[in-house]
């Protein structure tokens, strides 16, 4: 391993002070850090950190005939950009190290190779119309760019001058016409919006590091006549248009002449866009509304505009959104669309002059549930999700657009199984091999296994296909039903895509995303349910994950790490390679060397209501842990817990709350509530004002109606109260959670004299699983290190 420098390194309790700017060489006191040989098979550290991937939020395209599929990997460079969304050319930075691969084309499915030579970063791959192109993003000249991949001849060549409007989220890729003549594309704003990309941009490092400049002024109250950002939090704005505003262009797709269709300025803003099944349209949904009062309840305007040029028609105003993207489906064969809108569903069709008024659909039918909305294969009827249960659908509707009644499909019992999904060909139509019928993806709430169903469209009845602890995600079969592709893991199986039959039976193995995972040895999982008391004071059931070092077996009594994250439930790690990051470190690292790792289920009370999130999440997570140990895989008093960003808030609180662990350890988390909810962004607000009361930080109140309930679930004003020795793990350039938490934190601890240690890593942001392998590689060795010196036989 390489030298790494750390910004600090200080200790508390009997070990005192020492304060490092190269690796720390720990000598004295309790609290030193003493490394012991890894056992044979242990996951290498810089493999957890540098193995390749698929892109995230980058589904693998499949060719319009199903014979080809296109996907993007990221092989992870030593070196990461930190704290920033974007570089400066523009190119998003989940994107360094993106090569699009194609399988199939003339050769066995699971033969895959890279486009263009694997030159430049590239990413979001979209087919055209007749499969013969592949259209993509790619930096090779400088700057994202639109790039075209002829499979027939196997040249690749930009297309067009224009510089895209990258994006983190989905929704972007390029759009063909159904011609193939042109390619829609979003490019960025000429000139550039003047935004900060920064999520809590810090106005003073720059006035602090000089004595020159203007000064730097806010207003508040009636002084802020002037001022449009609304008072009592961020205003999102400046985030949102940095993020999806852009303008929209028709590149040819053989001379790369470009058309400009809608600026980025022009209201409502466009963002991402659509191509209509005749090609006579264009369809965008405007840069979502978000609202200090509502940031996560954004809303967005659907637009049309003809494909040759003419002014925006705004369909419909103020959709509800999700956070990437709008929900509305073209039909598969002519110009009709449908969208989800308050509760219903609703159908615009069109004729030679444009839309016509949009029409409800199946009124009797109540309202709908969650963002289910596909077409049938033969474009006849579309279904949606009604009845219900939290936030998923108990039950699918079909809806025959011609008119008539809707027919009800059931779905498994919802209070035992939860829906995920519907299985779709493309992005608006649903996969049936055989028209009949259609698939649902459930997830048992009980032992987490992933359940596919077929459904009869005539009947409604549900039949099990297939189930098992493991994950299969973005599917795909382009127009072709016959077969299917899609993404597989399970605790044993790294993700990799596969061709599935009409069954879902696998067929073939299309990719080999990470050959070096091939050989390692992995342990098993449990999963359980267990009874445990609720923050409104019901006893309800809650599924906790437990896995287990190579060999494990009840009655070896292990010592454990619990992973938290107060609000979520890990539990569903048991399906995920390795058994996920349970603290934005790969669990791997800690299982083969010997620790279990438990990811708990934490239910909490509803964000935006005042709550007891300390208490409360002690309170449902220790039975958990007591029925793990009573049933002979862990030993109670070697135990340890760790999370990251609000899970190192959750391991603090916890520790404050119950002397049951012997080691912590808090990952760039908030301990002090009030002081969060001052930090101050480039507009004189604070994104941690909504946090606290109407998000995560479950406040529910302003600081000044209630001062106590800030204090009480403050890990800083309990530090009185803990006794468990804690590593303190902080990123200098983590944006999100400003590392001063970190070290106030530590301040209180060595004061009070609490075993403790804090780690500050120059230049790294908010999520381990980000750093440059180097620092990450070290904090998960001293992570190690930590805990074998604190769970040793007892």
């Given at each position: 391993?390489?030298?790494?420098?750390?910004?600090?390194?200080?200790?508390?309790?009997?070990?005192?002070?020492?304060?490092?700017?190269?690796?720390?060489?720990?000598?004295?006191?309790?609290?030193?850090?003493?490394?012991?040989?890894?056992?044979?098979?242990?996951?290498?550290?810089?493999?957890?950190?540098?193995?390749?991937e698929f892109r995230r939020d980058d589904p693998p395209a499949v060719s319009p005939d199903g014979r080809r599929v296109a996907y993007v990997v990221v092989t992870p460079p030593d070196t990461r950009t930190q704290s920033v969304r974007f570089l400066p050319n523009g190119t998003p930075v989940s994107a360094l190290g993106a090569r699009v691969f194609v399988s199939g084309a003339g050769k066995p499915v699971r033969t895959s190779y890279p486009?263009?030579?694997?030159?430049?970063?590239?990413w979001n791959p979209s087919w055209a119309p007749d499969g013969s192109r592949l259209a993509f993003y790619s930096d090779?000249?400088?700057?994202?760019?639109?790039?075209?991949?002829?499979?027939?001849?196997?040249?690749?060549?930009?297309?067009?001058?224009?510089?895209?409007?990258?994006?983190?989220?989905?929704?972007?890729?390029?759009?063909?016409?159904?011609?193939?003549?042109?390619?829609?594309?979003?490019?960025?704003?000429?000139?550039?919006?003047?935004?900060?990309?920064?999520?809590?941009?810090?106005?003073?490092?720059?006035?602090?590091?000089?004595?020159?400049?203007a000064p730097l002024v806010f207003y508040s109250g009636s002084e802020a006549k002037t001022q449009e950002t609304p008072a009592g939090g961020a205003d999102l704005s400046g985030f949102l248009l940095s993020n999806y505003n852009s303008t929209l262009a028709a590149v040819d797709a053989r001379s790369g002449e470009t058309r400009i269709l809608v600026d980025a300025r022009a209201e409502p803003r466009p963002s991402t866009l659509k191509a209509s099944p005749s090609g006579l349209w264009v369809s965008y949904a405007s840069v979502p509304a978000g609202t200090p009062a509502a940031p996560t309840a954004p809303t967005r305007d659907l637009v049309l505009i003809p494909s040759a040029g003419g002014k925006p028609h705004v369909l419909i105003r103020g959709l509800s959104a999700s956070s990437t993207d709008l929900e509305y489906r073209w039909h598969p064969e002519e110009d009709r669309l449908v969208f989800l809108h308050e509760s219903r569903a609703w159908r615009v069709d069109f004729d030679p002059s444009g839309p016509r008024t949009p029409e409800k659909l199946a009124d009797s039918l109540g309202g709908v549930v969650g963002t289910v909305l596909s077409f049938t294969r033969d474009g006849r009827s579309v279904v949606v999700g009604i009845e219900?249960?939290?936030?998923?659908?108990?039950?699918?509707?079909?809806?025959?657009?011609?008119?008539?009644?809707?027919?009800?499909?059931?779905?498994?019992?919802?209070?035992?199984?939860?829906?995920?999904?519907?299985?779709?060909?493309?992005?608006?139509?649903?996969?049936?091999?055989?028209?009949?019928?259609?698939?649902?993806?459930?997830?048992?709430?009980?032992?987490?296994?992933?359940?596919?169903?077929?459904?009869?469209?005539?009947?409604?009845?549900?039949?099990?296909?297939?189930?098992?602890?493991?994950?299969?995600?973005?599917?795909?079969?382009?127009?072709?039903?016959?077969?299917?592709?899609?993404?597989?893991?399970?605790?044993?199986?790294?993700?990799?895509?596969?061709?599935?039959?009409?069954?879902?039976?696998?067929?073939?193995?299309?990719?080999?995303?990470?050959?070096?995972?091939?050989?390692?040895?992995?342990?098993?999982?449990?999963?359980?349910?267990?009874?445990?008391?609720?923050?409104?004071?019901?006893?309800?059931?809650?599924?906790?994950?437990?896995?287990?070092?190579?060999?494990?077996?009840?009655?070896?009594?292990?010592?454990?790490v619990v992973m938290i994250y107060s609000g979520s439930d890990l539990s569903t790690s048991a399906s995920f390679y390795g058994g996920g990051n349970g603290n934005t470190v790969p669990n791997q690292i800690f299982t083969s060397r010997g620790f279990a790792v438990v990811m708990a289920d934490i239910r909490l009370s509803e964000m935006g209501k005042p709550g007891n999130p300390a208490q409360d999440m002690t309170d449902i997570l220790l039975p958990q842990i007591y029925a793990l140990a009573n049933?002979?895989?862990?030993?109670?008093?070697?135990?340890?817990?760790?999370?990251?960003?609000?899970?190192?808030?959750?391991?603090?609180?916890?520790?404050?709350?119950?002397?049951?662990?012997?080691?912590?350890?808090?990952?760039?988390?908030?301990?002090?509530?009030?002081?969060?909810?001052?930090?101050?962004?480039?507009?004189?607000?604070?994104?941690?004002?909504?946090?606290?009361?109407?998000?995560?930080g479950r406040m529910g109140e302003t600081p000044w109606d209630n001062p106590l309930r800030y204090i009480s679930n403050s890990p800083y004003y309990r530090i009185d109260r803990i006794h468990t020795p804690l590593l303190i793990v902080a990123g200098e350039g983590d944006n999100a959670v400003p590392y001063e938490q970190s070290k106030g934190f530590f301040v209180g601890l060595r004061r009070l004299d609490r075993p403790a240690q804090l780690a500050v890593y120059p230049g790294q942001g908010h999520s381990i699983g980000e750093w440059s392998i180097d620092h990450a590689a070290d904090v998960s060795q001293r992570m190690v290190d930590f805990l074998r010196s604190h769970l040793q036989n007892r």
């Amino acid at each position: 391993m390489k030298d790494i420098r750390i910004r600090h390194l200080l200790l508390a309790g009997a070990a005192g002070l020492l304060a490092s700017l190269g690796t720390p060489a720990l000598s004295q006191g309790t609290e030193t850090s003493v490394t012991q040989s890894d056992p044979s098979g242990a996951f290498p550290y810089d493999l957890a950190f540098q193995k390749r991937e698929f892109r995230r939020d980058d589904p693998p395209a499949v060719s319009p005939d199903g014979r080809r599929v296109a996907y993007v990997v990221v092989t992870p460079p030593d070196t990461r950009t930190q704290s920033v969304r974007f570089l400066p050319n523009g190119t998003p930075v989940s994107a360094l190290g993106a090569r699009v691969f194609v399988s199939g084309a003339g050769k066995p499915v699971r033969t895959s190779y890279p486009i263009c030579g694997g030159r430049g970063n590239q990413w979001n791959p979209s087919w055209a119309p007749d499969g013969s192109r592949l259209a993509f993003y790619s930096d090779e000249a400088g700057r994202p760019q639109l790039w075209i991949h002829d499979l027939i001849g196997g040249e690749c060549r930009q297309i067009g001058d224009g510089v895209i409007r990258a994006s983190l989220f989905m929704g972007f890729q390029p759009r063909w016409s159904p011609d193939g003549h042109t390619v829609y594309v979003p490019l960025r704003p000429d000139p550039p919006l003047e935004v900060s990309d920064a999520s809590v941009p810090n106005v003073f490092d720059a006035a602090s590091q000089s004595n020159q400049g203007a000064p730097l002024v806010f207003y508040s109250g009636s002084e802020a006549k002037t001022q449009e950002t609304p008072a009592g939090g961020a205003d999102l704005s400046g985030f949102l248009l940095s993020n999806y505003n852009s303008t929209l262009a028709a590149v040819d797709a053989r001379s790369g002449e470009t058309r400009i269709l809608v600026d980025a300025r022009a209201e409502p803003r466009p963002s991402t866009l659509k191509a209509s099944p005749s090609g006579l349209w264009v369809s965008y949904a405007s840069v979502p509304a978000g609202t200090p009062a509502a940031p996560t309840a954004p809303t967005r305007d659907l637009v049309l505009i003809p494909s040759a040029g003419g002014k925006p028609h705004v369909l419909i105003r103020g959709l509800s959104a999700s956070s990437t993207d709008l929900e509305y489906r073209w039909h598969p064969e002519e110009d009709r669309l449908v969208f989800l809108h308050e509760s219903r569903a609703w159908r615009v069709d069109f004729d030679p002059s444009g839309p016509r008024t949009p029409e409800k659909l199946a009124d009797s039918l109540g309202g709908v549930v969650g963002t289910v909305l596909s077409f049938t294969r033969d474009g006849r009827s579309v279904v949606v999700g009604i009845e219900p249960h939290g936030r998923s659908p108990g039950a699918l509707a079909l809806i025959p657009l011609a008119g008539g009644e809707p027919v009800r499909l059931a779905l498994p019992d919802p209070t035992q199984w939860e829906f995920l999904d519907l299985v779709r060909a493309t992005e608006d139509v649903l996969w049936q091999p055989d028209a009949r019928y259609l698939t649902a993806q459930m997830r048992n709430r009980t032992t987490g296994q992933q359940a596919f169903y077929s459904i009869a469209l005539d009947s409604g009845r549900a039949q099990l296909m297939r189930s098992g602890l493991h994950r299969l995600q973005h599917f795909g079969s382009g127009g072709d039903h016959r077969r299917l592709y899609a993404v597989y893991e399970d605790i044993d199986t790294p993700p990799d895509l596969y061709r599935y039959d009409a069954r879902l039976r696998e067929q073939d193995r299309v990719s080999t995303i990470e050959p070096r995972l091939e050989e390692i040895r992995l342990g098993g999982v449990q999963v359980i349910e267990t009874a445990a008391p609720f923050h409104d004071g019901r006893i309800g059931n809650v599924r906790t994950t437990l896995l287990l070092p190579p060999g494990a077996k009840a009655g070896d009594k292990l010592p454990a790490v619990v992973m938290i994250y107060s609000g979520s439930d890990l539990s569903t790690s048991a399906s995920f390679y390795g058994g996920g990051n349970g603290n934005t470190v790969p669990n791997q690292i800690f299982t083969s060397r010997g620790f279990a790792v438990v990811m708990a289920d934490i239910r909490l009370s509803e964000m935006g209501k005042p709550g007891n999130p300390a208490q409360d999440m002690t309170d449902i997570l220790l039975p958990q842990i007591y029925a793990l140990a009573n049933a002979g895989y862990i030993d109670v008093t070697r135990l340890a817990v760790s999370g990251q960003s609000f899970g190192g808030y959750s391991t603090a609180a916890i520790v404050s709350s119950t002397n049951l662990f012997r080691a912590g350890i808090a990952i760039n988390g908030t301990y002090d509530l009030g002081s969060m909810y001052r930090g101050m962004d480039s507009q004189g607000n604070s994104l941690m004002v909504q946090w606290a009361e109407k998000g995560q930080g479950r406040m529910g109140e302003t600081p000044w109606d209630n001062p106590l309930r800030y204090i009480s679930n403050s890990p800083y004003y309990r530090i009185d109260r803990i006794h468990t020795p804690l590593l303190i793990v902080a990123g200098e350039g983590d944006n999100a959670v400003p590392y001063e938490q970190s070290k106030g934190f530590f301040v209180g601890l060595r004061r009070l004299d609490r075993p403790a240690q804090l780690a500050v890593y120059p230049g790294q942001g908010h999520s381990i699983g980000e750093w440059s392998i180097d620092h990450a590689a070290d904090v998960s060795q001293r992570m190690v290190d930590f805990l074998r010196s604190h769970l040793q036989n007892r």
